[in-house]
């Protein structure tokens, strides 16, 4: 009677636990890798670009997922896990990225999105003041018409200023110390956007900087206004170009790439590990990168942050970059 059910053992609750969390891990694997292959679709739907934004997540979950499964002795999911893992590796990989350099007079600039209808401009002011760093521009994305006192105020030290001050997610205001032309223009959905076309200093030739803030993909009308407006600013040009702003796309959408070949643009951020800016509660390894820095070809990255915010309400990371030119 050795074989009988009364000779046989209970699981230790090590074990059934481990069997638990196991099952668990498979599901979300499962989910995974159908997201992984779906994101791949995105330049086709909109909800398909959305599941492409999150490939870093699927690459972590397969990795903590991989030897939990091995350990309650599931062989069949843990090589899906370890499929998933090696493809969203693949999708993480660097897209076009800037090169680095060094020169003796780059050019700095500072692009946050400051959330304002959260955020005052005094809470900035503090915050940029504790900084200890500089910008010859400041590029501000979601700022209210009450911070046109400081920005008036500001004048002084940046006297090249333009933008639409709005109380919706779309207001946009530029800060330049260097001469230049500053234009507004409107977008796709009624979505301004500045040009800052900088007149050529010593060691840099002329200069256009754009400064963006597309409407993020959260349904189809908005995620084709961002196509839009992106595919229409970013076309090819000889002129030397530094794009930045809240694009509202990761390195990861197929959207990235091809935005990137049609510009003929390179990514000053493009980098493993990325180093995410939204949301700002989560820590810059795992946090999307959507606050985006394009430079044209010959334009090398000095330096490039993507700074904490202690004391700003933002849900943006806030990112300053430091470019030389040929």
């Known amino acids: ?132 760093l500089d910008a010859d521009i400041l590029a501000l994305l979601e700022v209210p018409p009450a911070w046109q006192p ?19 997610p779309f207001g946009i205001w530029v800060l330049s110390r260097q001469p230049g032309r500053l234009t507004v223009h409107i977008a796709t959905g009624e979505i301004p956007w500045v040009r800052l076309a900088l007149a050529p200093a010593a060691r840099r030739p002329h200069l256009e900087v754009l400064v963006v803030h597309p409407p993020p993909p959260i349904n189809a009308e908005l995620s084709a206004w961002r196509n839009q407006q992106l595919t229409d600013l970013l076309t090819p040009t000889t002129a030397l170009r530094v794009v930045v702003g809240d694009f509202n796309l990761t390195p990861w959408s197929p959207w990235n790439a091809m935005l990137l070949d049609h510009s003929q643009l390179l990514d000053a951020g493009a980098a493993l590990p990325p180093a995410g800016s939204w949301p700002a509660m989560l820590p810059s390894w795992i946090a999307l990168p959507i606050d985006r820095t394009w430079v044209s070809a010959g334009i090398s990255v000095v330096a490039r942050r993507v700074l904490p915010i202690p004391g700003l309400p933002s849900d943006h990371r806030v990112i300053w970059n430091q470019l030389c030119f040929p």
């Open 150 to 168: 400081w920005l008036h105020s500001q004048q002084w030290l940046y006297p090249f200023q333009v933008g639409v001050l709005r109380d919706d």
């Open 1 to 132: 009677m050795g074989n009988s059910r009364a000779d046989v053992k209970p699981e230790s609750w090590p074990r059934r636990a481990l069997t638990a969390v196991a099952l668990r891990c498979g599901i979300l694997v499962m989910l995974a890798a159908a997201a992984s292959l779906i994101g791949r679709l995105g330049a086709y739907f909109w909800l398909a670009d959305l599941a492409a934004h999150f490939s870093g997540f699927y690459f972590l979950l397969s990795l903590l997922a991989m030897p939990v499964l091995l350990a309650a002795g599931r062989r069949w999911m843990a090589l899906l896990a370890g499929a998933v893992l090696l493809f969203n590796a693949g999708v993480l990989l660097p897209v076009r990225p800037a090169p680095t350099g060094a020169c003796d007079t780059p050019l700095t600039v500072l692009q946050a999105n400051v959330h304002g209808s959260e955020t005052s401009a005094e809470q900035f002011a503090t915050w940029w003041a504790a900084q200890d």
